[in-house]
T-cell receptor
Framework: QKEVEQDPGPLSVPEGAIVSLNCTYS??????FMWYRQYSRKGPELLMY????GNKEDGRFTAQVDKSSKYISLFIRDSQPSDSATYLC???????????FGQGTILTVHP | DAGVIQSPRHEVTEMGQEVTLRCKPI?????LFWYRQTMMRGLELLIY????????DSGMPEDRFSAKMPNASFSTLKIQPSEPRDSAVYFC???????????FGDGTRLSIL
């Protein structure tokens, strides 16, 4: 079993929809949780960064971490075609440690 | 500031050849990471350096792979001899010391025929 599980999708939604992306993990030592967005033929770029449990909001994006359930989520409100990309969750046990990535979810937002 | 710069962007070569991938991290960053991304396995960490010193190379698939960081502004990932199963996109990332996020380059798309 992989340390981090992420549904690869693909996920296709209409413009304006609320998108929910999720990851589960098995390593209880993970404390730092990230979401990266990767456009086609580009490197991943950091979207959200949270420490431990709780919520974090940035514009149309909200990240949630539930350490008791070992479950993290990314919500995208009012989704736009420009949000079409692969979304990768990532996590680590320490601020200086290596990241473990999920498989990535391919999202398409159609006009 | 310039981001992480990788070269070449694309590489196509025949199996058995030596392949060298290059990375220039963001100036002032203390950590450098090499990743490999495939459809089957996703994004996997191969090796990372702190202040030019290799810290964890447990992700390097086998002895055919080697990485060096001769100075703070340059790193190489070498595959010798290359095999078709090495075909993937290889990413380099860097970050500052402390609780800082990683910044990725745009990768090298490697095809071994």
């Amino acid at each position: 079993q992989k340390e981090v599980e992420q549904d690869p999708g693909p996920l296709s939604v209409p413009e304006g929809a609320i998108v929910s992306l999720n990851c589960t993990y098995s390593n209880s030592a993970f404390q730092y949780f990230m979401w990266y967005r990767q456009y086609s033929r580009k490197g991943p770029e950091l979207l959200m960064y949270t420490y431990s449990s709780g919520n974090k909001e940035d514009g149309r994006f909200t990240a949630q971490v539930d350490k008791s359930s070992k479950y993290i989520s990314l919500f995208i409100r009012d989704s736009q075609p420009s949000d079409s990309a692969t979304y990768l969750c990532a996590m680590s046990a320490s601020s200086y440690g290596k990241l473990t990535f999920g498989q990535g979810t391919i999202l398409t937002v159609h006009p | 500031d310039a981001g992480v710069i990788q070269s070449p962007r694309h590489e196509v070569t025949e199996m058995g050849q030596e392949v060298t991938l290059r990375c220039k991290p963001i100036s002032g960053h203390d950590y450098l990471f090499w990743y490999r991304q495939t459809m089957m396995r996703g994004l996997e960490l191969l090796i990372y350096f702190n202040n030019n010193v290799p810290i964890d190379d447990s992700g390097m698939p086998e002895d055919r792979f080697s990485a060096k960081m001769p100075n703070a502004s340059f790193s190489t990932l070498k595959i010798q001899p290359s095999e078709p199963r090495d075909s993937a996109v290889y990413f380099c990332a860097s970050r500052k010391q402390g609780n800082q996020p990683q910044h990725f380059g745009d990768g090298t798309r490697l095809s071994i025929l």
